[in-house]
């Protein structure tokens, strides 16, 4: 089935290609270990709802990307651009490039929201929701 598991692979494949992100981590936020100074840039995705329609499945995904920010803040503006680059290319893909090749068609995304932690973990970022099609082929009995 070209599903869950399948979209989510893509993507992760996507942001793992991408020369500004470090790592990729997927499932419920608040299991992100934020005080692993090594993982950083990172990017993690969350599946908020799966509609199953007769021809194709509708995914609604979150993105956040975020990276630390220095003690004296002199790289924030650096971290908003790399990371607002890395959801660009990612949306390009889905809109336009290999992504949409492989048949995911994307239907919506929100604006790009900062992510601006500079007290617990000192990390900036972008957070971003897109919803996509991709094919259903499950069979039935």
Do not use: C
Not at 126 to 136: K, L, Q
């Amino acid at each position: 089935m070209k599903g869950f598991f399948y979209a989510i692979n893509r993507i992760e494949e996507q942001l793992t290609a991408d020369v500004n992100i470090n790592t990729v981590t997927n499932g419920r936020r608040d299991e992100i270990a934020l005080d692993n100074k090594v993982i950083y840039p990172l990017a993690h995705i969350m599946v908020n709802t799966i509609n199953p329609l007769e021809i194709v499945n509708t995914m609604s995904v979150t993105l956040s990307v975020i990276d630390l920010v220095f003690q004296d803040n002199s790289n924030t503006n650096d971290v908003f651009n790399s990371l607002a680059t890395v959801v660009n290319r990612l949306i390009e893909s889905l809109r336009r490039g290999q992504m949409h090749d492989d048949y995911f068609e994307l239907q919506s995304v929100t604006p790009m929201t900062r992510i601006d932690d500079q007290f617990t973990h000192k990390v900036n970022g972008w957070e971003v929701t897109f919803d996509f099609a991709i094919h259903n082929d499950t069979g039935i009995e």
